[in-house]
C-alpha cells in the first residue's frame, strides 16, 4: 500500500510471481491449506502410488499451490485458471497436465461438451469458486462493481455451475473444495470496504460458499451421493506489518482504485494490523476455512459394512 506502488486492478492474478510472493501461509492446527486436502486425499486413496492413478480436474488452480496435493495420485491433471500469467507458472510447475486458461463456468461447460460427463475422481477448487460463483450477480472491473439485474436469474445460474461441476465426476469421485469463513474479524474487515463499492447480493459475503453448500445438499437428498464439511479456525501469518498490509491491499481488495485511494480503509487495515502484530513482529491474521467434500453415489455407502455386503 505505499505510495510509490502503481496499483493495478487484480494485479495479484495477473502479474506474474505475485500471488505466490504476497500469499500469506495459511495454518490450521500445524498444517497449512495445502496438506488439509493432502489429508483428504490419503483419506480417501490412501497414500500416492496405493491406488490405481485417478482423473483429476481443478478449476481455479492458480499457480498450481493445492495441486501439489493432488498430482501424485493423478493419472490425467486438467487444470484451469482465468489468468493466463497463472497457467503458465501452472504449466512450468506440471509440464505433463493439461492446462487451460478458461473461466471456470465455461472450463465446466466446455469438458462437459467434450463428453466428460462421469470421467473425473476428483474435481477440486480451492479459494477459487466464490469468484465464478458471484459472476452470475455482479459484474467486477476496475471501474467498480455493476450488478446484474435478474439476481433470481443468477441464483438458478450459479446453482447450475455447481451441477454441472458435480456431472464431471465419476462414480464414487470427490468434489474437494477449499472456501474462506466470511465471518472472521479479517473477512469483516474487508466485507466493510467492498460494501462501500456495493452491496453483496444475497444473504451478503458468504453467499457463494451457501449456494455451494445447499447445490450439494439438495444433490445428497436427492440420492445422488454425501456431503461432508467442516468449519476450521487458523491463522494467516504475515512475517512483518508491512506483508500483512499489502495482503489486504493487493490480494484482498485486488488492488482497486476506489479503495486503495480511500484513508478510513487505510486506517483500518493498519488498525487491524497493528492490533494483530506479535512481539516477534510477525503479524497472526485469525482466519477460517470451510473444508468441503462430496463424494458421489448411492445411499448405501452409509450402511454398515455387513448389510453392505449382504445387500
Ligand atoms: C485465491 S486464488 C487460488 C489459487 C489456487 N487454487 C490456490 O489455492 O493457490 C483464486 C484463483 O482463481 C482464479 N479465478 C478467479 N476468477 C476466476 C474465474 N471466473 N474462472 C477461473 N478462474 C478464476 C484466479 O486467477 C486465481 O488463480
Redesign the pocket.
Known amino acids: 500500500m505505499s505510495s510509490a506502488h502503481q496499483s493495478l486492478f487484480r494485479e495479484i492474478?495477473q502479474v506474474p510471481g505475485l500471488?505466490d510472493q504476497l500469499?500469506l501461509p495459511h495454518y490450521f492446527d500445524g498444517v497449512e491449506?495445502t496438506e488439509l486436502i493432502g489429508q483428504l486425499m490419503e483419506r480417501h486413496y490412501g497414500r500416492p502410488g496405493d491406488a490405481p492413478g485417478l482423473s483429476v480436474a481443478e478449476?481455479?488452480?492458480?499457480?498450481g499451490?493445492?495441486t501439489a496435493s493432488l498430482a501424485p495420485y493423478a493419472r490425467h491433471l486438467r487444470a484451469?485458471?482465468?489468468?493466463q500469467s497463472?497457467v503458465d507458472t501452472f504449466k512450468a510447475r506440471y509440464p505433463k497436465a493439461e492446462a487451460l486458461q478458461?473461466?471456470?463456468?465455461f472450463?465446466v461447460r466446455r469438458m462437459l461438451d467434450e463428453g466428460l460427463a462421469g470421467s473425473f475422481d476428483v474435481v477440486g477448487a480451492?479459494?477459487?469458486l466464490s469468484?465464478?460463483l458471484m459472476?452470475y450477480f455482479e459484474a467486477l472491473g476496475a471501474d467498480g462493481i455493476v450488478p446484474r439485474a435478474d439476481l433470481a436469474q443468477g441464483r438458478r445460474e450459479a446453482g447450475g455451475l455447481v451441477r454441472d461441476a458435480l456431472r464431471l465426476l465419476a462414480p464414487g469421485g470427490h468434489l474437494l473444495a477449499?472456501f474462506f469463513d466470511s465471518e472472521t474479524p479479517e473477512q469483516q474487515l474487508v466485507t466493510r470496504a467492498w460494501e462501500k463499492v456495493a452491496p453483496f447480493p444475497g444473504t451478503g459475503r458468504g453467499y457463494t460458499r451457501e449456494i455451494l453448500l445447499e447445490e450439494l445438499q439438495d444433490a445428497e437428498a436427492r440420492g445422488e451421493g454425501r456431503l461432508h464439511f467442516s468449519r476450521l479456525g487458523g491463522i494467516a501469518v504475515a512475517p512483518n506489518p508491512e506483508a500483512a498490509r499489502a495482503w489486504f491491499a493487493i490480494v484482498h481488495m485486488k488492488s482497486l482504485s476506489v479503495l486503495m485511494d480511500d484513508p478510513h480503509v487505510h486506517r483500518e487495515i493498519s488498525a487491524f494490523v497493528d492490533a494483530h502484530t506479535q512481539p516477534s513482529g510477525e503479524v497472526f491474521i485469525p482466519t477460517g476455512a470451510y473444508v468441503i467434500d462430496f463424494w458421489a453415489g448411492p445411499a448405501d455407502r452409509h450402511l454398515p459394512r455387513n448389510r453392505a455386503e449382504a445387500a
Not at 478449476?59 to 499457480?63: D, E, Y
Not at 484451469?80 to 489468468?83: I, L, V
Not at 478458461?102 to 463456468?105: A, C, V
Open positions: 492474478y500471488y500469499l491449506d478449476l481455479g488452480c492458480g499457480t499451490r493445492v484451469t485458471d482465468y489468468s497463472m478458461q473461466e471456470t463456468k472450463s480451492f479459494w477459487s469468484y465464478p459472476d477449499l
